[in-house]
Structures are given as structure tokens and as C-alpha cells.
């Protein structure tokens, strides 16, 4: 089993929807984690750490279940801008998910 | 956004050519990375190194060397690469080895 594994999608949403995706790690250990924003042929960017059970910034919400193993991230009333993958990775151990890609569509 | 810099953006190289990446953080991090993105894969840590000193190489080929003369400049030296080797290689820098990453935007490198 992979370390961090993750949905690869394509997600296809229209403007306006709730989507939500996970991230499964192996690793017990792993106490906090991040998700980064990939937009095409860019450089991945911050986008929210996790550090405890969850965390929320504005329309996006990334709880972690601990007892699962998992890790999601919701985002409410998505924008066309919100198109892009996003990787999620746990702290310290420099690895990440192949990453889920989302396209939010008009 | 100039936090982490990364030059070339493109380059073109034969197999039988010596380049040069270059990675420069202006956040005062101390700890930088080289991470290898092939299409369709997950990022692939390459290197790190924390104050200067590298602390990881993950089963790297010898024709990928890194240097780290400094804590804000990096670089990627390149020799008798593969076609393989054809990938999206990004900098990134943090606070510490366990801190967020910050990247820089990458050096799109096509090995012919």
C-alpha cells in the first residue's frame, strides 16, 4: 500500500456544488498534514495545514480522521477558479498523494 | 509571488550535455528540497537539505548531483541524462524539515 494515496479523479462539478475528496495515508504516526493547490503546469501551492482535527478558511474545510486514516477536503460553493489538483502530504515525511484533480464547470 | 526562484524555466539538453538547475528562496527558510514530476505521478522527493548539509537523497542516479553552497542557493547539476529524466523538476524551501513547503516554478527539462 502506498504511503499517501488519493483519488486521482477527474472531479467534475458544476459552479456552485460541494465537493469533497480524500486522502488515505498509511502511516499512524502522521499527527498533521497539508494540502496544496496544483494549478496546471504550476508550481504546487499552500492552500491549508492540518495540524489537529480539521481546519477551515472560508469555503474550504479539511478534517482529519485519525481513527481512518484519512484525511478530506471540502469545498463549498466552487468557482470555476477552483479547477486545479490538489495534493495532500503529511508533515515531515516530504511525500505526497498523486494528487485529485478537480474541474469545476460553468 | 518571487519567494523561491528557479532558472532555467525550460531547457533542452542532449544526453551527452552537462547543465545546470538553479534554485534561489528569499524567505529566510532553512531547509531546501529538489523534487522530480513526471506526468501522471506523484511528486518525487529527490533531495533535501537542511542547514547546508544534505539529510536525504532517495536512491537518486549519480547523474543528478545536488549542491547546497549556501542556505537561500541550490542547484541541480546534470550529466548524461536519459530520455526518462524528461520531467518538471521543482525547488521548494521551508522553515524546517517538518514545516510547509514553498515552491518554486519549476525548470520544465526535455532530455533528447
Known amino acids: 500500500r502506498k504511503e499517501v494515496e488519493q483519488d486521482p479523479g477527474p472531479f467534475n462539478v458544476p459552479e456552485g456544488a460541494t465537493v469533497a475528496f480524500n486522502c488515505t495515508y498509511s502511516?499512524?504516526?502522521?499527527?498533521?498534514f497539508f494540502w496544496y493547490r496544483q494549478d496546471c503546469r504550476k508550481e504546487p501551492k499552500l492552500l491549508m495545514s492540518?495540524?489537529?482535527s480539521g481546519n477551515e478558511d472560508g469555503r474550504f474545510t479539511a478534517q482529519l480522521n485519525r481513527a481512518s486514516q484519512y484525511i478530506s477536503l471540502l469545498i463549498r460553493d466552487s468557482k470555476l477558479s477552483d479547477s486545479a489538483t490538489y495534493l495532500c502530504?503529511?508533515?515531515?515525511?516530504?511525500?505526497f498523494g498523486q494528487g485529485t484533480t478537480l474541474q469545476v464547470k460553468p | 509571488e518571487t519567494g523561491v526562484t528557479q532558472t532555467p524555466r525550460h531547457l533542452v539538453m542532449g544526453m551527452t550535455n552537462k547543465k545546470s538547475l538553479k534554485c534561489e528562496q528569499h524567505?529566510?527558510?532553512?531547509?531546501m528540497y529538489w523534487y522530480k514530476q513526471s506526468a501522471k505521478k506523484p511528486l518525487e522527493l529527490m533531495f533535501v537539505y537542511s542547514l547546508e548539509e544534505r539529510v536525504e537523497n532517495n536512491s537518486v542516479p549519480s547523474r543528478f548531483s545536488p549542491e547546497c553552497p549556501n542556505s537561500s542557493h541550490l542547484f541541480l547539476h546534470l550529466h548524461t541524462l536519459q530520455p526518462e529524466d524528461s520531467a518538471l523538476y521543482l525547488c521548494?524551501?521551508?522553515?524546517?524539515?517538518?514545516?510547509?513547503?514553498?515552491f518554486g516554478p519549476g525548470t520544465r527539462l526535455t532530455v533528447t
Open positions: 524567505l529566510g527558510h532553512n531547509a
Open positions: 502530504g503529511p508533515a515531515g515525511k516530504l511525500i
Open positions: 521548494a524551501s521551508s522553515q524546517g524539515t517538518g514545516y510547509e513547503q514553498y
Open positions: 492540518v495540524y489537529s
Open positions: 502511516n499512524s504516526a502522521s499527527q498533521s
